[in-house]
């Protein structure tokens, strides 16, 4: 028998949930190509490795961007790569893929979405909302007649739902996260500093001193890049208040965005959600501080998920072993 999978296709990474055996999968959604012949010569972290230092003739391509797919050939290739690497299928059937998407995803990025599980070998392909699955996995139990809101912030996107019964009552989806915070502090250091750094740079320093909030006794780091002017490498100190000021704005947009779906919601939906709080989940939901933000603004409880990253390809699995059990019924 085929083991049932559930995949998070994100923008930064890929994670695979397998039936009874949990994430089993984890790797970036980079493809390394050769543009003289058009073959795939790495997927995932080997590719990774490659992002910012490839010949002039290998692309490390991201075939998603902003939670979407935006080069389906190659999304389909790095896809059946993964699920080939895991040898889920059985000897005669294909496993059901349980796939997620943004909320604000039109039905041509739908079809696109499935099409591309359905290609890399799945059986039965559904597609369900990241937020109502990563509410799941984060353990929410949103099948209850009561409020429940979460914030899924990963590279490409962040989604914002409020869930009850089941679905989404309310919800919004922005197509800025983690990626657009790497791209402000690339800015932000080239703008104050004169130096040129890469998108793995950006991505470490978040992840050192990345911080949502100003810190008296802000965390340093040593940062190296190449000078703007002379072109020479050249290092720098940076502090963490100086990274919170680059990231200030794309994190003012997700929490005015989380503002509006709580303006939209019902009263007494609302009133749960003062009760229970804000679960946060996805990779973003890792920076320093940003529960605090949140519940600062939001002015109600905010947690972080026990393993943000997690979330999205647990509650699909998860969500897809419900399925099959109502279904037997």
């Not at 996107?157 to 019964?165: E, F, K, Y």
């Not at 919170?244 to 709580?262: D, K, Y």
Request: proline share 4%; aromatic share 4%.
């Amino acid at each position: 028998m085929a083991k049932d999978i559930g995949i998070d296709l994100g923008t930064a990474n890929v994670l695979i949930y397998v039936q009874g055996k949990g994430i089993v999968l984890n790797e970036p959604s980079v493809v390394a190509v050769d543009t003289k012949t058009d073959k795939v010569l790495a997927v995932g972290s080997e590719a990774y490795r490659m992002v910012g230092r490839t010949p002039s003739n290998i692309r490390a391509i991201r075939p998603l961007k902003d939670g979407v797919i935006s080069d389906f050939d190659v999304t389909q290739e790095m896809l059946a790569y993964f699920i080939n690497k895991l040898s889920v299928k059985g000897f005669m059937s294909k496993p059901n893929i349980m796939i997620c998407a943004p909320t604000n995803i039109t039905e041509i990025e739908r079809k696109a979405i499935m099409q591309a599980a359905e290609q890399s070998g799945g059986g039965k392909v559904y597609l369900e909302y990241e937020p109502k699955v990563a509410a799941i996995g984060a353990g929410l139990d949103i099948f209850k007649p009561s409020g429940n809101m979460v914030i899924d912030m990963g590279g490409g996107t962040s989604d914002i739902a409020v869930l009850s019964l089941g679905d989404i009552v309310s919800s919004h989806s922005l197509r800025i996260a983690g990626d657009k915070m790497n791209a402000d502090i690339v800015t932000s250091i080239k703008n104050n500093h004169g130096l040129v750094i890469g998108e793995h740079s950006a991505e470490k320093i978040k992840m050192e001193i990345g911080s949502a909030l100003k810190s008296d006794e802000p965390k340093t780091m040593e940062v190296r890049g190449r000078d703007a002017m002379s072109g020479m490498p050249r290092s720098i100190q940076i502090d963490a208040n100086e990274i919170e000021e680059a990231l200030h704005e794309t994190l003012q947009q997700i929490v005015n965005a989380a503002i509006g779906v709580l303006e939209t919601v019902p009263p007494e939906l609302a009133s749960d959600i003062i009760d229970r709080g804000i679960m946060l989940t996805g990779g973003t939901a890792l920076l320093d501080g940003i529960d605090q933000l949140f519940s600062d603004f939001l002015k109600v409880p905010v947690v972080v998920s026990e393993n943000p990253l997690d979330n999205v390809a647990k509650g699909a699995g998860e969500l897809l072993e419900r399925m099959q059990k109502s279904s037997k019924k």
